[in-house]
């Protein structure tokens, strides 16, 4: 007998079930799932599991695909057509193919850093990024930035955070562990030489990024945006800032001449 799995509503042989490869479980870690004995082709402890697979959803924002109540049904079909008297049921369920979206003039928050010490490596496990993202979209900002045990900040979910000083000396953390070295970062240091700013690499704290005259983040999907509010508290005179859209504008004509 051929294995079945149950992928987006349909039942598949094994062999063609497949999620996008947009699917934020695999290119986030953004999901969850649970494991179910089968003993004599019936669940074992399944309320209990389907109890905590529900708690694992909520903590991560997640919407139910369906009702418990329907889920037992896909599950009790997943074990019959596939003859399963002794064994397991692997459940998991994931945001999807969620769009990312890209804003122009944003706000953000700040969090508790709570992710690993070698924030450097660019690996797919990203949860705690991912739970930081849904935080900002829930407060109605775009990014969030990470703040560590000594109350610097480290960098965003999915963006470097930089600050203007009322001084006008740019200002980002150095690329160590705590960050990952930003290829939109690297360019943005480059044009900030090429231009003549002053600028230093040093972590710097949330109350002298709300109290900057200006800020702003990078990344590769977004380039560069002014951040105009930080927690609520207005940067500057609320708008993008002068530097910050000289900025924007030489990156763009950067990347223009990059290609």
């Known amino acids: 007998m051929s294995r079945v799995a149950y992928v987006d509503g349909q039942y598949l042989p ?5 999620v996008h490869i947009e699917d934020r479980g695999y290119q986030f870690a953004d ?35 369906m009702s418990n109540a329907a889920l037992r049904v896909v599950i009790a079909e997943v074990v019959r057509r596939n003859g399963v ?6 459940v998991q369920i994931t ?43 829930e ?14 900040v480290s960098e965003g979910t999915s963006t470097n955070a930089w600050i203007v000083t009322p001084n006008a000396t740019v ?7 705590a960050i990952l070295d930003g290829v939109t ?11 003549g700013y ?11 990024a709300k109290s900057a005259r200006e800020a702003f983040l990078t990344s590769t999907v977004v380039g560069l945006l002014p951040v105009v509010k930080i927690d609520g508290v207005a940067i500057g005179n609320g708008q993008p800032g002068l530097l910050s859209r000289k900025l924007r504008e030489c990156y763009l004509t950067h990347e223009a001449a990059a290609k």
């Open 139 to 152: 407060a109605g900002a775009f990014e969030a930035w990470q703040v560590d045990r000594e109350g610097k």
């Open 198 to 208: 002053n600028f230093v690499e040093r972590p710097f704290s949330v109350v002298e």
């Open 31 to 65: 999901g969850v799932y649970e494991v179910i004995a089968v003993v004599g082709g019936r669940l074992l402890d399944d309320e209990r599991h389907l109890a905590r697979l529900a708690r694992s959803l909520a903590e991560l924002r997640i919407t139910a695909p």
């Open 85 to 90: 008297r002794d064994g397991i049921v692997y």
């Open 95 to 137: 945001r999807g193919a969620d769009p990312r979206a890209v804003d122009g003039g944003v706000a953000v928050i700040m969090i508790p850093d709570i992710r690993w010490q070698r924030c450097d490596i660019k690996s797919v496990a990203l949860l705690p990024n991912v739970l930081g993202k849904q935080q900002a979209k």
């Open 14 to 18: 094994h062999r063609s079930a497949a």
């Open 185 to 195: 970062r690297l360019a943005v240091l480059d044009i900030i030489r090429r231009e």
């Open 171 to 177: 200002v980002t953390r150095q690329a160590d562990s």
